[in-house]
């Protein structure tokens, strides 16, 4: 599958010019797509126990019922009107081969896409004007969808219902777009938009990114470092003058004690990059199946399954990415570190596959792939 920039536009205009800044429909963003799924599959999808899915329905004037899944399998039994979606995310996570379709996409690394999810909404059906917090491609995939927009990003508004979504009662649409199988519109975060189904039933796909906020990060860095750096350090206040106002914190005081709070975040510069990997790798909470028993294979028995042609492949769940500092290679997965060959380190990651050739044989690889193995992170194809 290939994105089809409009006249005059490529990946890197696009990152240049619109790319966290502005909308951008594109018209026949993928000729000829064809949507492998449809609404049955997808509504047993959102049923299925490990399934992040949601059915939102417009009940009233700025009301809506949110049911969020795994939904009860006559769930649609009951369901009455047009206006309502269903939505189910993670969808590259249930179903491994969608990830094929984030290929295009992968022009942005890996760490920063977060999901695949795919809607389904009755003529009618929407799920209200609101704001997302992150970038998103909107993908149509089957039947028709007016999509309306405002031009100017929002600030500050908060998601309402049952902090999942952040609807607007003000919304005024400056553009209005029907979008077509194949046609795609790319939204910054902030940017007010509202998709209805028109003509017929239609399935929308979103590519959906995330971008770390620092009030998530900073606790959890705090903890970190406070395990690992040396952080007994004190404020400090040799040759002080004396001070005629006592009641104040002096500017210089401020200034010393802000300098160490800094200095604890950036003092050991290759531990602060080891926590950032490994939390861009943490595993999205998503309901994982019940924990499967530790695997127990030998390097010899992945040596022999590689030289028959078997190949390795990254579960569908895990996220992998790799560093390089200092000629030093560091694979991270499921949010921990690795010491890993530069080789195989870019075939888990950029291929999220590895055949014999993918390993540096002067290295512990193969002992690496076997702890891979044995956590269920990297496992023989189509045993997943
Ligand atoms: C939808 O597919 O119905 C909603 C997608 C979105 O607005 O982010
Ligand atoms: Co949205």
Redesign the pocket.
């Given at each position: 599958m290939k994105l089809q920039w409009p006249e005059g536009l490529d990946e890197a205009r696009f990152l240049n010019e619109y790319w966290q800044q502005k909308p951008l429909l594109i018209r026949s963003a993928f000729k000829d797509f064809h949507n492998p799924i449809d609404p049955n599959e997808l509504a047993g999808l959102s049923c299925e126990e490990d399934a992040n899915s949601r059915f939102m329905q417009h009940t009233g004037n700025n009301e809506w019922r949110l049911c969020e899944g795994p939904l009860s399998d006559d769930f649609f039994d009951d369901v009455t009107g047009n206006e309502w979606?269903l939505?189910v995310s993670d969808i590259e996570k249930l179903l491994p081969d969608f990830r094929q379709y984030l290929e295009p996409f992968r022009f942005l690394p890996d760490w920063r896409i977060d999901d695949l999810?795919i809607?389904y909404?009755p003529v009618g059906g929407?799920?209200g004007a609101?704001v997302?917090q992150y970038d998103?491609f909107?993908l149509q995939a089957d039947g028709v969808r007016e999509w309306r927009i405002e031009n100017t990003p929002r600030q500050g508004v908060q998601p309402s219902v049952s902090n999942t979504i952040a609807l607007l009662g003000d919304f005024l649409a400056d553009e209005t777009w029907q979008l077509q199988a194949g046609d795609m519109l790319y939204l910054p975060p902030q940017f007010a938009?509202h998709?209805i189904a028109v003509d017929e039933p239609c399935m929308?796909w979103?590519i959906g990114f995330r971008a770390p906020s620092i009030d998530e990060m900073l606790p959890e860095v705090v903890n970190y470092l406070l395990e690992s750096v040396q952080s007994k350090q004190r404020f400090q206040d040799i040759k002080r003058p004396a001070t005629h106002q006592p009641g104040l914190i002096s500017q210089t005081d401020l200034i010393a004690i802000k300098a160490i709070l800094s200095q604890a975040l950036t003092q050991d510069d290759s531990t602060l990059s080891q926590w950032i990997a490994r939390y861009l790798t943490e595993p999205k909470e998503i309901q994982e199946p019940d924990e499967q028993p530790v695997n127990t294979i030998s390097t010899d028995a992945i040596v022999s399954n590689l030289k028959n042609s078997a190949v390795l492949t990254c579960h569908s769940h895990k996220r992998f990415a790799y560093t390089q500092q200092d000629n030093h290679t560091t694979l991270y997965a499921d949010g921990q570190a690795y010491d890993c060959s530069e080789i195989l380190a870019s075939a888990i990651c950029n291929q999220r596959s590895v055949g014999i050739s993918d390993i540096d044989k002067n290295s512990h690889d193969l002992d690496l792939l076997a702890t891979l193995f044995n956590k269920h992170i990297v496992l023989f194809e189509d045993h997943e």
């Open positions: 979606s939505l999810m809607s909404a929407s799920v609101h997302d998103v909107l938009h998709g929308t979103s």
